[in-house]
């Protein structure tokens, strides 16, 4: 056999081969894997995003479904539908929970209703025996930065003119000035009230008010990113009403008008517990942190060693602790686990690795490309949002605008 033949033959083996071998490794696809591994951050994150769709959105209105509470629609829901759609590229569906929010959520002083569902009377709409009527700034403050993002994204102006007209509705209807410094409240009614006044740190987000900044030359929202790191700094240190605290940021609490003292609220269903609005301020510094490297997320973050000594100590994060750190409700729930993952990211992320491996990725099922069982709308998010941010999937988009 000549050389030449023989280089021919071989060749012709090693094309057979390696089609037998990709042959092989389709058919071994559809096997079964193993499900704890996230093969891509990009696939799970698409995947989710699909089956969240499939499951609390509705295609033909744009409308975002909290299946957990009747159907009611939230202008947080349609916020945190909009943040994720911009960030997935996915304009179709931005376009239209935007079209959705804009027809049916917004107020005439250009903020957005926070609740809408089914009425008594069977007919759909906002929600006014609840006080659905009125704002929810954490949403306002989402729907405007994914507005900014979309311009940013998508170069398209009208984006951007709708995100002005909305900042300078947040800061005129939801800022409130104390001392001297520009605070964001938790609603449109505060700014009116004489009685202390309502703060949630989780709606605090200082990485989207540097964004408001660049597009708000008129108002100081510098400030308010100074002053959220204030509220947040010190309603972890403060007792607020507790024989002392652990560390960690309350899901509510009262500023005084004059003061600017905080105290812990009497309202039943507003406490001091780290549960399930207080967790996600935990995400949001660790967004600043990731965006802007502030070193006042970190120092906070830091501050909130308690989760890092509860699992290490334990290998689980429960859903609702009081301010000083005692259990208030002893289960487990997946968004807990997203919205804390920002904090081990930061500050211990040896156990970042461990608390993503152990208590997220086993969520994911690479068959289906989907949740292995079906989250909560609240869960859904959170723990998108969070991985995300473990995976560095979250860009600033607004970096994208001209000046």
Avoid at 104 to 125: H, T, V
């Amino acid at each position: 056999m000549t050389r030449s033949n023989f280089l021919r033959i071989l060749a012709a083996i090693l094309v057979v081969a390696a089609a037998g071998i990709a042959t092989y490794a389709a058919f071994a696809s559809t096997k079964k894997v193993d499900q704890n591994i996230v093969f891509s951050s990009h696939a799970l994150l698409s995947g989710t995003w699909d089956s969240y769709k499939d499951e609390y959105w509705e295609e033909a209105t744009g409308r975002t479904l909290d299946k957990q509470q009747d159907d009611i629609t939230t202008s947080e829901g349609q916020s945190y539908t909009m943040l994720r759609a911009v960030w997935m590229s996915d304009k179709e569906t931005f376009d239209k929970a935007w079209g959705w929010t804009k027809e049916q959520l917004r107020r005439d002083d250009s903020l957005f209703s926070w609740r809408w569902g089914q009425k008594a009377d069977e007919s759909y709409g906002v929600l006014e025996d609840v006080g659905g009527q009125n704002s929810a700034s954490d949403a306002d403050v989402d729907i405007a930065l994914a507005l900014l993002m979309a311009a940013g994204r998508w170069q398209q102006k009208e984006y951007l003119t709708e995100a002005r007209t909305l900042i300078d509705a947040v800061w005129e209807q939801e800022v409130i000035e104390v001392n001297g410094m520009p605070y964001l409240a938790s609603n449109n009614l505060e700014k009116q009230s004489q009685s202390p006044i309502v703060m949630n740190p989780s709606y605090l987000s200082p990485y989207a008010f540097r964004e408001f900044a660049k597009a708000d030359k008129d108002h100081n929202w510098s400030g308010v990113v100074d002053s959220s790191y204030d509220l947040i700094g010190r309603s972890m240190e403060s007792a607020l009403g507790s024989n002392e605290s652990a560390g960690l940021v309350p899901d509510w609490v009262l500023m005084d008008r004059s003061t600017g003292e905080l105290s812990a609220p009497t309202t039943p269903n507003l406490t001091t517990n780290y549960s399930y609005d207080a967790m996600r301020t935990i995400w949001r510094l660790g967004m600043d942190y990731q965006w802007n490297g502030d070193a006042r997320a970190r120092d906070l973050l830091s501050k909130m060693s308690f989760l890092g000594d509860e699992w290490k100590e334990k290998s689980v994060l429960y859903s609702t602790y009081q301010h000083n750190g005692e259990v208030v409700v002893q289960d487990e729930v997946a968004e807990a686990y997203g919205t804390s993952l920002a904090y081990f990211d930061v500050i211990e992320p040896d156990s970042a690795a461990d608390v993503y491996d152990q208590k997220l990725a086993t969520l994911y099922d690479q068959n289906t490309n989907s949740w292995k069982q079906p989250l909560t709308y609240y869960a859904s998010n959170w723990v998108w949002f969070g991985i995300a941010l473990h995976e560095n999937q979250l860009p600033n988009l607004v970096e994208g605008l001209e000046d």
